[in-house]
């Protein structure tokens, strides 16, 4: 009982950072800009900011999802991603297809993947560049190159957090960070 109040206590700050009013707020103004400049953009980035939602609220009972689902999901958020930032985040996915039926706990990479853009400068100069692989111990990893923002936003490391607490309570396997020439 203990165990399951926890998962769900992790799984309502997950979905809590997710439905963040910065995050909408985001969404809403790159919207708001795209309206009378390029309306077909504008369409697309709607309909991927409404996945991204049915996502988050479809799994947020949810345990595990598949690897599959998950990048699925962090596509769709990419794109938003891409817009927002003007094509200066990179996003590459390297997973043999023998892993995608694997489980993961539902918005761990998307979780990775904003802390990539919060804690970088992104722009022209400095673009993002965030891989999602397999090493060869067929662990997952996400890194992400560094461009440190001069006017960085105090972390609290919720997120990572988060996701290492999910992982001890759900499994045996512990969650890596490693800060070095990336992150």
Known sequence: ??????????????????????????SLNT??????????QAENFIRNL???YEYVLGKNNAIFVTLQEEL???????????????NNVHLSI?????FLES???PLTLQMLV???????????????????KMNKDSALVVENTKNIAENKKVSFAIGLSNIKKRYKLLSNKTVTVIDGEKF
């Open 1 to 26: 009982l203990k165990n399951d109040r926890n998962q769900l206590k992790l799984q309502y700050e997950a979905l809590k950072s997710q439905l963040s009013p910065h995050y909408l707020f985001n």
């Open 31 to 40: 919207i708001s800009s795209l309206v009378y400049k390029d309306a077909n």
């Open 50 to 52: 409404a996945q991204t």
């Open 72 to 86: 699925d999901f962090v596509k769709s958020y990419n794109y938003l991603l891409q817009v927002r930032f003007e």
């Open 94 to 98: 390297d997973i043999p297809e023998v």
């Open 103 to 105: 489980s993961i706990p």
């Open 114 to 132: 904003e802390n990539a853009v919060k804690h970088n400068d992104v722009s022209d100069k400095n673009p993002v560049y965030i891989t999602v």
